[in-house]
């Protein structure tokens, strides 16, 4: 009969090492990374695990670019999920050698475990300070979030004068139009990266959404705090595990490949016409459980109304479209009073 290693905080390394199972080991057994854990790979790089699906990556000779991939942050958004795992066994493993440091977050480990968005509270409001605000209860998701924030401050702020990336990956709760697109957060007076999007584009996506204020996500967290390139990248709708069409996302992981592997990628000059651009009209937050939309729960993101159109009622409180051609996204009518419950957006150039 073969042996089957069981893994324990004495062998963990290994078991990495042979198997590359971090997340899997991170979602049922979290009590192996309970202590932090650094070890070295054949190939020389560095790793090192502060927490349960958290990892860090470190070439011994390193690029100029530090690059923060997060996903699960909704816990039931899988696809992006599969893809980091992917990238992750494959490090570990030493198939994948990387050109730059890269930090791996796996974001609501227990929410991934059962199937939900998240246990309490949607972990995607709560960066920026807003875990710790008082009178806030400190649930599971209030303290994930500020671990995240320490691991992502810590591992931009090891070096400076280097280019910072973030991409939060996600799937959409609803189907969109536009199938995959990108949020991209308010750069208060930063100009919007037109190598970014050129990238993007690499990536398979076209829409982009500028964001016009300072949120609470973690995107804008990375955006704001560190100065990096961050972007809420939604690439499709959600499945449960094992139900993606994972050739949706063959030119996302070309792309990402490149830029962890050092590897030169020729990019299309960035040109208004190769993309759908929005800018964000109206926030309209949920005030009473009265709160309706008008159009129904299956309509896609990004679809346009006319002007005039009546999109939501919240009792004596109408809520209209201002332009023709403006668009919804994320609708949700089950968010909690005094939370958005649509963006409306208009297109735009930059
Ligand atoms: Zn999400």
């Not at 459980?289 to 919240?314: I, M, P």
Request: with cysteine; glycine share 6%; hydrophobic share 40%.
């Amino acid at each position: 009969m073969p042996t089957v290693t069981t893994p324990n905080s004495n062998n963990v390394s290994q078991t990495l090492i042979d198997e590359g199972q971090f997340l899997n080991l991170s979602r049922f057994q979290p009590e192996l990374f309970a202590q932090a854990l650094t070890f070295a790979l054949s190939n020389q790089t560095k790793v090192s695990i502060r927490a349960p699906g958290i990892i860090m990556f470190e070439p011994p000779a390193i690029g100029d670019k530090d690059i923060v991939l997060s996903s699960g942050i909704h816990g039931n958004e899988t696809a992006p999920i599969e893809i980091c795992d992917a990238f992750v066994q494959g490090i570990l493993r030493g198939e994948i050698v990387l050109a730059n440091r890269v930090l791996f977050l796996f974001g609501n480990l227990p929410a991934m475990n059962v199937a939900k968005r998240f246990i309490e509270e949607n972990l995607n409001r709560l960066f920026s300070g807003a875990h710790s605000v008082a009178n806030a209860v400190a649930n599971a998701e209030c303290v994930r979030a500020k671990e995240l924030e320490v691991a992502v401050s810590e591992f931009f702020l090891a070096h400076t004068g280097r280019e910072r990336i973030h991409y939060d990956l996600h799937t959409a709760i609803k189907p969109s139009k536009n199938d995959k697109f990108a949020v991209y957060p308010f750069r208060h007076e930063r100009p919007w990266n037109k190598q970014q999007l050129a990238f993007l584009l690499a990536c398979g996506i076209n829409t982009i959404l500028l964001s016009g204020s300072a949120t609470t996500t973690f995107s804008y967290y990375s955006s704001n705090q560190f100065q990096a390139e961050a972007f809420t990248v939604e690439l499709g709708k959600v499945f449960p595990f094992g139900e993606n069409d994972m050739s949706q996302f063959e030119a996302l992981k070309a792309a990402l490949h490149h830029l962890l592997c050092g590897e030169e990628l020729s990019l299309k000059p960035f040109n208004n016409d190769d993309f759908l651009i929005y800018q964000v009209n109206q926030v309209i937050n949920k005030h009473s459980e009265a709160f309706r939309f008008t159009f129904s729960d299956d309509v896609a993101n990004f679809s346009d109304f006319g002007k005039n159109h009546l999109l939501a009622t919240d009792g004596d409180e109408r809520y209209y479209c201002e332009y023709e051609g403006e668009a919804i996204v994320f609708p949700n009518e089950k968010v909690a009073i005094g939370q958005r419950a649509v963006l409306t957006v208009i297109p735009t150039k930059i």
